[in-house]
């Protein structure tokens, strides 16, 4: 499993990106797809996931009410509309495919652990 980021880019505050993933390789043990970041010498943290089969969705507090994860499974391609940005959103973006229990997602978790096949990821620089 692979995936691949796009669609990053510079904003000023308040205005808006979407990013995009597309996952490649076998899903089959997968049950979500997520949005991580990580700015510099901080730890990835999840932003967003989306299980796959139910559709239901996680957001990081920090981005609830203003990043939407969306998904087309023909496309095997994965969004994160992001708006209302802020400096503190700037971070290189990644996504990745992996298996979350339903407990850890009924937490409004959204762990690095269980997501492997990392792409290289997409810069957000936002200024003030």
């Known amino acids: 499993v692979q995936a691949q980021e796009s669609g990053g880019g510079s904003v000023q505050a308040g205005g808006s990106l979407r990013l995009s993933c597309v996952v490649s390789g076998d899903t089959s043990l997968s049950n979500c797809v997520a949005w991580f970041r990580q700015a510099p010498g901080k730890e990835r943290e999840g932003v967003a996931l989306?299980?796959?089969?139910?559709?239901?969705?996680v957001y990081h507090d920090s981005v609830k009410g203003r990043f939407t994860i969306s998904q087309d499974t023909a496309k095997n391609t994965t969004w994160l509309q992001m708006s209302s940005l802020k400096p503190e959103d700037t971070a290189m973006y990644y996504c990745?495919?992996?298996?979350?229990?339903?407990?850890?997602?009924?937490?409004?978790?959204?762990?690095?652990?269980?997501?492997?096949?990392w792409g290289q990821g997409t810069q957000v620089t936002v200024s003030s």
């Open positions: 989306l299980n796959t089969n139910t559709g239901k969705t």
């Open positions: 990745a495919s992996g298996y979350v229990k339903l407990n850890i997602q009924a937490l409004g978790l959204i762990p690095t652990g269980p997501f492997s096949g």
